[in-house]
């Protein structure tokens, strides 16, 4: 079953702007992390928050964690058409499995 | 190192048929996932092997699939006999535990007539 849920299902936005999606999740976690699939392509990590920290940022990606609320946010700023793919939250309990949301379809427009 | 090494690439098969796919995780990597993706379904974890052992296969849907890991450097998820609504990606994926990113690999479309 899947522990994240992403939010929009799918976003479409101008080259240049920012694309923000959201994560929720439903049990304790040990950390959050965030994979980006490409079409007919592999998942490749993003970044990995852990339960104790905030905020995280790598390059043009910030990563929000609230686990009050058991949510994340995933910020790209100034995306390209490059950043056109699927956004994965997965959730790394204390199992050593990582859960999977169904994805958030990203499409930059030029 | 090269990453996740996944074959076949691309499977077609008929209805009975065995199908097996395989795997090479990044050498170190401790821990082994098998996952299956699908527009119904979304990404679901098959089963993960921890130092060659299956530590835990509730994800793998019934006893038509077997998944081994002989050696540290290999593993295969079998489907025997195949049916239809086996027709998926098959992501082989590793990493060194817990708390830490998991490689894909470029996975394997199996499309079962």
């Known amino acids: 079953s899947q522990q994240g849920e992403e939010d929009p299902q799918a976003l479409s936005i101008q080259e240049g702007e920012n694309a923000t999606m959201n994560c929720s999740y439903k049990?304790?976690?040990?950390?959050l992390q965030w994979y980006r699939q490409n079409s007919g392509r592999g998942l490749v990590h993003l970044i990995l928050?852990?339960?104790?920290?905030r905020e995280k940022h790598s390059g043009r990606l910030r990563v929000t964690l609230d686990t009050s609320k058991k949510s994340s946010s995933l910020l790209i700023t100034a995306s390209r058409a490059a950043d056109t793919a699927s956004y994965f939250c997965?959730?790394?309990?204390?199992?050593?499995?990582?859960?999977f949301g169904a994805g958030t379809t990203v499409t930059v427009r030029a | 190192d090269a990453g996740v090494i996944q074959s076949p690439r691309h499977e077609v098969t008929e209805m009975g048929q065995e199908v097996t796919l395989r795997c090479k995780p990044i050498?170190?990597?401790?821990?082994l996932f098998w996952y299956r993706q699908t527009m119904m379904r979304g990404l679901e974890l098959l089963i993960y092997?921890?130092?060659?052992?299956?530590?835990?296969d509730s994800g793998m849907p019934e006893d038509r699939f077997s998944a081994k890991m002989p050696n540290a450097s290999f593993s295969t998820l079998k489907i025997q006999p195949s049916e239809p609504r086996d027709s998926a990606v098959y992501f082989c994926?590793?990493?060194?535990?817990?708390?830490?990113?998991?490689?894909f690999g470029p996975g394997t479309r199996l499309t079962v007539l």
């Open positions: 928050i852990r339960s104790n920290e």
């Open positions: 092997f921890n130092n060659n052992v299956p530590i835990d």
């Open positions: 997965a959730t790394d309990g204390n199992d050593y499995k990582l859960s």
């Open positions: 994926a590793s990493n060194e535990g817990s708390g830490h990113e998991q490689f």
């Open positions: 050498s170190g990597h401790d821990y």
């Open positions: 049990t304790s976690i040990n950390n």
